[in-house]
């Protein structure tokens, strides 16, 4: 049996937040989602089961480099840029997308409401025009009907986005 989604292994982002008070804080309290998702203080994607990007925040958008029209609305291997995405079909849809491990993660979460932490996957940008990946570490939790998306590690580079605390 999955955790329970108000479980601390199920809130690898949000933690000890509960959905009922998820709830009130966004709901009664009036705080719009995309403030919240502002005030997590970590890069962060609000993704449906299909990983196409509902909301994105701040933070998300300076490492993309984007503008939320850029993200909103789009699947995420439009977001991230990868070459796959191009093929006929686009982003899910073609043979390589089966083995993505975003997909898989987000996928996952969606189904079972279990979080996952600093999963990490490979984006190939160029496929047959370098050799050129790029890195990313992700963690996922389902909040309603939606999963979170935390951008753990992006780019080319080694060193995290957040610190690595054994997630």
């Keep these: 049996m999955p955790p329970q989604s108000d479980s601390p ?3 690898p982002i949000t933690g000890e937040v ?3 008070c998820l709830s009130r804080i966004t709901g009664q309290k009036g705080v719009p989602l995309g403030e919240f998702l502002d005030d997590l203080g970590v890069p962060v994607l609000l993704v449906d089961s299909d990983v196409t990007v509902m909301l994105a925040n ?3 958008r300076s490492i993309l480099k984007k503008d939320i029209s850029q993200i909103q609305g789009r699947r995420g291997g439009d977001v991230f840029e990868c070459a796959y995405a191009h093929l006929p079909g686009g982003c899910g849809r073609t043979i390589h997308c089966s083995g ?4 898989r993660t ?8 279990r979080g996952h932490a600093a999963v990490s996957a490979t984006i190939h940008p160029d496929i047959g025009k370098s050799n050129r990946q790029v890195a990313i570490r992700i963690s996922t939790e389902k909040i309603w009907n939606m999963v979170l998306l935390r951008l753990d590690q992006f780019g080319p580079a080694k060193e995290p ?3 690595n605390k054994g997630h």
Excluded: E, H, N, S
């Design 58 to 60: 701040k933070f998300v």
């Design 100 to 103: 993505c491990a975003i997909r």
């Design 9 to 11: 292994a199920a809130r």
């Design 106 to 113: 987000v996928t996952d979460t969606f189904l079972t409401g």
């Design 18 to 20: 509960c959905d009922k």
């Design 161 to 163: 986005l957040l610190p």
